[in-house]
């Protein structure tokens, strides 16, 4: 798995159902990860050596799984950059550390509870600051409660060739929230001082223009809804807003794509269900309308329109049009979108990758028959005190609070 292909909050062994739980973090460091204790000699690679080496089975790279987190391998895709004078290439598969935290409801936990597993995280992380002496040598992993046999953390090569390590983060987060709230998550994600600021988004992959032209786009669409579809008296569509900015943020991807990095890094909220699912969470006055083949129509012309897609072209055009791993092929747009506005199959999570689907779950407060959300994953978390590595681990609980705080209040 590459640095950047958390598997979400999911089940980590095969076979167990899939839960999220509302929400939870994963936090790649920057931090190398060995089955062995001595410097590793560049030639020839061994098979015991977990630097050199990807795991295509779930189950052999959750290392422990704790009360708060698990602590997973990935692949740090660009930590060979920072080998010194090695006179050869690690490649793109360098086993670093991943901290999975345990997910949490906001509406069955208060704060304090909520925020628990990102500081249980932080004292970890800070734990392998102390162990390595700030990484400047090679360590059993053993940071209370957490010891783990024969495997080892620091300094992984030969003295010529020290790797810069932090445990500053690259952070995604995965969480549920009511489709008529996703325009409002969207436009709190990108103004200046919310959550995550425009000055603190870190946009990735043209993002930050996905969320900000698919919430405005579905605006203008929406609001103009009523007269082009001779709805009187206009009905309150907020939960097709929801899904038009959705299917909006990924229309726009395609448009900006430029055919480089991880394919889950193109929209900023990748969901992680199919976006079809979201048919059944819309009232039922809104599936009357998406009923009539004319408003479909006209809805989906108009969003293509605005866009600047075309029916014809493949949702991502600048990619594989079928992912060999799992042989799931990207749909052309049009015919997304009727599926989209009719609830039919149109698979496209799977050409994402592996990462296990998470079906819409329940969110709000407990005391109340609770709504069905969508389930996505941001793919990318920044602060105002980010370093280039990612955020620090001074940041996390903070991070966890303005989440826990932000959906309570989305899904309230």
Not at 33 to 60: C, H, W
Request: proline content about 6%.
């Amino acid at each position: 798995m590459q640095a950047g292909e958390g598997c979400g909050q999911e089940a980590r062994v095969a076979g167990t159902p899939v839960v999220q739980a509302k929400f939870g973090f994963e936090l790649e460091m920057r931090v190398l990860v060995s089955r062995r204790g001595q410097p590793v000699v560049p030639l020839p690679i061994d098979p015991l050596d977990q630097e050199e080496s990807r795991y295509v089975d779930p189950q052999t790279y959750r290392l422990y799984n704790g009360t708060y987190f698990d602590v997973v391998t990935d692949h740090g895709s660009g930590i060979s950059g920072y080998v010194q004078g090695s006179g050869h290439s690690r490649q793109a598969n360098t086993a670093i550390v991943e901290l999975v935290t345990k997910p949490v409801d906001e509406y069955e936990v208060n704060e304090a509870t909520a925020i628990a597993p990102m500081e249980q995280a932080a004292a970890f992380a800070k734990g392998i600051e102390s162990l390595t002496n700030d990484f400047t040598t090679r360590e059993k992993l053993f940071v209370p409660p957490i010891s783990l046999a024969n495997i080892y953390v620091g300094q992984r090569t030969l003295q010529h060739e020290q790797v810069w390590q932090t445990t500053d983060a690259q952070i995604q987060a995965t969480y549920g929230v009511k489709l008529e709230q996703v325009p409002t998550l969207a436009n709190t994600l990108k103004a200046s001082g919310g959550v995550l600021g425009a000055d603190q988004y870190q946009a990735m992959a043209n993002q930050g223009t996905a969320l900000t032209e698919g919430a405005a786009k579905a605006n203008t669409l929406v609001t103009v809804l009523p007269n082009l579809l001779h709805l009187n008296p206009a009905p309150p569509l907020q939960d097709l807003k929801g899904l038009l900015t959705l299917a909006g943020t990924y229309l726009v991807a395609g448009r900006l794509d430029q055919g480089v990095g991880l394919d889950k890094n193109l929209v900023p909220l990748l969901l992680r269900h199919e976006l079809t699912q979201a048919y059944a969470l819309l009232t039922p006055g809104t599936q009357l309308i998406l009923q009539n083949a004319g408003n479909r129509n006209t809805i989906k012309t108009r969003l293509l329109l605005l866009h600047q897609r075309d029916a014809n072209d493949y949702l991502f055009p600048a990619r594989r049009v079928t992912n060999p791993d799992t042989n799931v092929s990207q749909p052309r747009c049009g015919a997304w979108l009727d599926a989209v506005f009719t609830g039919q199959a149109a698979p496209l999570q799977g050409w994402f990758g592996k990462s296990k689907q998470i079906d819409p779950e329940a969110v709000g407060p407990t005391n109340v028959a609770r709504p069905e959300g969508v389930v996505m994953e941001q793919r990318a978390l920044k602060t105002a005190q980010d370093s280039v590595a990612g955020v620090p681990r001074t940041e996390w609980a903070n991070l966890a609070r303005r989440y826990y705080r932000l959906l309570r209040q989305l899904n309230a």
